[in-house]
C-alpha cells in the first residue's frame, strides 16, 4: 500500500488544522493506522492511532483533547484533526499502515516498528 500525507502548513498557535493520509494499492481495512511526527533536532515520535474499524483510538498525552484521529475506509482515508494548536506542535506528521492480516484484534502499536508503510510526511509550522 502506497500512503501520501497531506493538509500541513503554517498557522497560528490556536489554529486548526486538518491532516489527511490517501491509500492506493490496497484498501486500508484491514490495516490498524497512526501518525507519528518528528520535530526539528527529535525523534519521531507516536501522536495517535487507530484500529482497522476505527472502533479504537489511542493517543499520546501531549495531544489528548486537541487532536482527534478518524478514517474512511471507503475512502481509503486516515485523517487527523489538530485543533489548539501549539509551537511544540510543529513538526514533519507522517502517516503509517500495520498490516495486520486476519488479526482483527491485533493491538494498535505506539511503535515506529509496529508499522510496515510509510507516507512521505507534511510539514506542521505552528506560529507564535
Known amino acids: 500500500v502506497q500512503l501520501q500525507a497531506s493538509g500541513g502548513g503554517l498557522v497560528q498557535a490556536g489554529g486548526s488544522l486538518r491532516l489527511s493520509c490517501a491509500a492506493s494499492?490496497?484498501?486500508?481495512?484491514?490495516?490498524?493506522m497512526a501518525w507519528f511526527r518528528q520535530a526539528p533536532g527529535k525523534e519521531r515520535e507516536f501522536v495517535a492511532g487507530?484500529?482497522?474499524?476505527?472502533?479504537?483510538?489511542y493517543y499520546t498525552d501531549s495531544v489528548k483533547g486537541r487532536f482527534t484521529i478518524s478514517r474512511d475506509n471507503a475512502k481509503n482515508t486516515m485523517y487527523l484533526q489538530m485543533s489548539s494548536l501549539k509551537p511544540e506542535d510543529t513538526a514533519v506528521y507522517y502517516c503509517a499502515a500495520d498490516d495486520i492480516g486476519p488479526f482483527a484484534y491485533a493491538v494498535v502499536g505506539v511503535k515506529e516498528e509496529k508499522y510496515d508503510y510509510w507516507g512521505q510526511g507534511t510539514l506542521v509550522t505552528v506560529s507564535s
Open positions: 494499492g490496497r484498501t486500508i481495512s484491514s490495516y490498524h
Open positions: 487507530i484500529s482497522w474499524s476505527g472502533g479504537r483510538t
